[in-house]
């Protein structure tokens, strides 16, 4: 929930100074991006090239957050069915984007996916979010993108143990992107958004260092090669993770004045999103949130189980950086909870579960993947997807350091809901 952004985020930041210092050993391999100068005001009216500067917000710029707002709030009342707004949260995860691609396939094939009328997403989120977007239909590509198509167009794991691979990642992850992102794609976003309904993706503005969230309806509206490379482009940003893939650079115009702006993962900003507008369309109409059901996906865990760290440097730093991530991810859904609760919606939430076996979220193998993929779509389909922050208290209370995590083929690897009384309350 972007409300808690102030609290939360400095965290993040630390953390990510943390990784950039650890990586200038990577990144000093890359040669400069020759790139303009970034517009100079944080509150500029600069636009990406061809396009109108609508297509997206800054989410500190109360005006602009204000005015979409008003007209987000219009598009969710027109695309409901049922008078009912239903919201998807993802979040990042890197490879832990296998689940919530999974989880969406189980869905599917339980019958339970309803048609989300906003659909949110950050990093690993945002490459998850078109799909979801577009429904059942696009489930194949969804499948292909986190099951085979990540291995076979992003061996990530190897790419990592190559000194200064920046650009051959970097190349990887948008080679993946540009292959899923078809005209077809793009025609039926633009389709499903003229209905009314959003899909908001978030990256970060590094120059501004701060979030931006970007509609990709709009930018699907657009049609034509132009709207296909920077729905794109956006993509690849908010899951360029610093010091792993180099930043994306956006051209943007103002008063005639060409300039470039520098987007990296949107998780540095933010891990997931219902929306900074969300606290304004409260204001525009006390009512207006009431009976809005919201689904948070996230693609990893918010909680795990004790684990003795070595002492050592590496496995400090990763586990701090873990820690930093997963609080920031728990507190954000914490908040989306108090939210829903002050305005009368209903919130579902999924993650991993504290005792899921240990899994390498830079590790984008078939084998790696397909494990994560398969449990999301078993949970799902079994109906044990949504579960609530009050469960998953209740199971970390027994959670004990283990003698060894339990394996992927264990009878006793549960689900996130695991009582029959979550899993009743926990119905779409």
Same mark, same amino acid.
């Given at each position: 929930?972007?409300?808690?952004?102030?609290?939360?985020?400095?965290?993040?930041?630390?953390?990510?100074?943390?990784?950039?210092?650890?990586?200038?050993? @990577?990144?000093?391999?890359?040669?400069?991006?020759?790139?303009?100068?970034?517009?100079?005001?944080?509150?500029?009216?600069?636009?990406?090239?061809?396009?109108?500067?609508?297509?997206?917000?800054?989410?500190?710029?109360?005006?602009?957050?204000?005015?979409?707002?008003?007209?987000?709030?219009?598009?969710?009342?027109?695309?409901?069915?049922?008078?009912?707004?239903?919201?998807?949260?993802?979040?990042?995860?890197?490879?832990?984007?296998?689940?919530?691609?999974?989880?969406?396939?189980?869905?599917?094939?339980?019958?339970?996916?309803?048609?989300?009328?906003?659909?949110?997403?950050?990093?690993?989120?945002?490459?998850?979010?078109?799909?979801?977007?577009?429904?059942?239909?696009?489930?194949?590509?969804?499948?292909?993108?986190?099951?085979?198509?990540?291995?076979?167009?992003?061996?990530?794991?190897?790419?990592?143990?190559?000194?200064?691979?920046?650009?051959?990642?970097?190349?990887?992850?948008?080679?993946?992107?540009?292959?899923?992102?078809?005209?077809?794609?793009?025609?039926?976003?633009?389709?499903?958004?003229?209905?009314?309904?959003?899909?908001?993706?978030?990256?970060?503005?590094?120059?501004?260092?701060?979030?931006?969230?970007?509609?990709?309806?709009?930018?699907?509206?657009?049609?034509?090669?132009?709207?296909?490379?920077?729905?794109?482009? @956006?993509?690849?940003?908010?899951?360029?993770?610093?010091?792993?893939?180099?930043?994306?650079?956006?051209?943007?115009?103002?008063?005639?004045?060409?300039?470039?702006?520098?987007?990296?993962?949107?998780?540095?900003?933010?891990?997931?999103?219902?929306?900074? @507008?969300?606290?304004?369309?409260?204001?525009?109409?006390?009512?207006?949130?009431?009976?809005?059901?919201?689904?948070?996906?996230?693609?990893?865990?918010?909680?795990?189980?004790?684990?003795?760290?070595?002492?050592?440097?590496?496995?400090?730093?990763?586990?701090?950086?873990?820690?930093?991530?997963?609080?920031?991810?728990?507190?954000?859904?914490?908040?989306?909870?108090?939210?829903?609760?002050?305005?009368?919606?209903? @919130?579902?939430?999924?993650?991993?579960?504290?005792?899921?076996?240990?899994?390498?979220?830079?590790?984008?193998?078939?084998?790696?993947?397909?494990?994560?993929?398969?449990?999301?779509?078993?949970?799902?389909?079994?109906?044990?997807?949504?579960?609530?922050?009050?469960?998953?208290?209740?199971?970390?209370?027994?959670?004990?350091?283990?003698?060894?995590?339990?394996?992927?083929?264990?009878?006793?690897?549960?689900?996130?809901?695991?009582?029959?009384?979550?899993?009743?309350?926990?119905?779409?």
């Amino acid at each position: 929930m972007m409300t808690t952004r102030n609290t939360v985020t400095r965290g993040w930041q630390w953390t990510v100074s943390w990784t950039l210092a650890l990586s200038i050993f @990577v990144l000093a391999g890359c040669a400069a991006l020759p790139r303009r100068e970034a517009p100079p005001t944080l509150f500029s009216g600069a636009a990406p090239v061809g396009f109108s500067s609508e297509v997206r917000f800054l989410s500190t710029d109360l005006a602009s957050v204000e005015s979409h707002s008003a007209v987000g709030l219009q598009r969710l009342r027109n695309a409901s069915k049922d008078g009912i707004v239903r919201a998807l949260v993802l979040s990042g995860g890197g490879a832990g984007g296998a689940y919530g691609a999974g989880a969406l396939i189980g869905l599917s094939r339980a019958h339970e996916r309803p048609q989300y009328d906003l659909v949110t997403g950050v990093s690993a989120g945002a490459l998850i979010a078109p799909f979801a977007f577009l429904g059942p239909e696009w489930d194949s590509q969804l499948t292909d993108a986190f099951t085979i198509g990540a291995d076979q167009r992003m061996s990530l794991n190897g790419l990592l143990a190559v000194p200064f691979g920046v650009r051959r990642r970097t190349a990887a992850l948008n080679t993946l992107v540009d292959h899923y992102v078809t005209s077809a794609l793009i025609k039926a976003v633009a389709q499903e958004a003229a209905k009314g309904r959003l899909l908001w993706v978030a990256t970060t503005d590094l120059d501004k260092e701060e979030t931006v969230i970007w509609d990709l309806g709009a930018i699907a509206a657009r049609g034509g090669e132009p709207a296909r490379r920077l729905f794109r482009d @956006v993509l690849v940003a908010s899951a360029s993770v610093p010091g792993v893939f180099s930043p994306v650079l956006i051209h943007v115009q103002e008063a005639g004045v060409s300039y470039d702006e520098m987007h990296i993962d949107g998780n540095a900003s933010t891990s997931l999103f219902i929306a900074p @507008v969300a606290a304004y369309f409260a204001l525009l109409d006390p009512h207006s949130l009431e009976g809005t059901r919201i689904y948070v996906l996230i693609n990893g865990r918010i909680i795990d189980a004790p684990e003795t760290t070595p002492l050592r440097l590496a496995p400090i730093v990763s586990r701090t950086l873990s820690a930093a991530l997963r609080h920031m991810a728990s507190a954000q859904v914490i908040a989306v909870d108090q939210f829903a609760e002050k305005y009368r919606m209903s @919130v579902q939430s999924t993650y991993l579960p504290f005792d899921y076996p240990q899994y390498s979220s830079t590790d984008f193998r078939a084998t790696a993947m397909q494990p994560l993929f398969a449990y999301g779509e078993q949970c799902a389909e079994r109906g044990r997807l949504w579960t609530t922050i009050g469960e998953t208290m209740a199971n970390a209370e027994t959670a004990a350091m283990p003698s060894k995590r339990i394996s992927l083929e264990d009878q006793n690897l549960q689900c996130p809901v695991r009582s029959v009384e979550f899993a009743t309350a926990a119905a779409p």
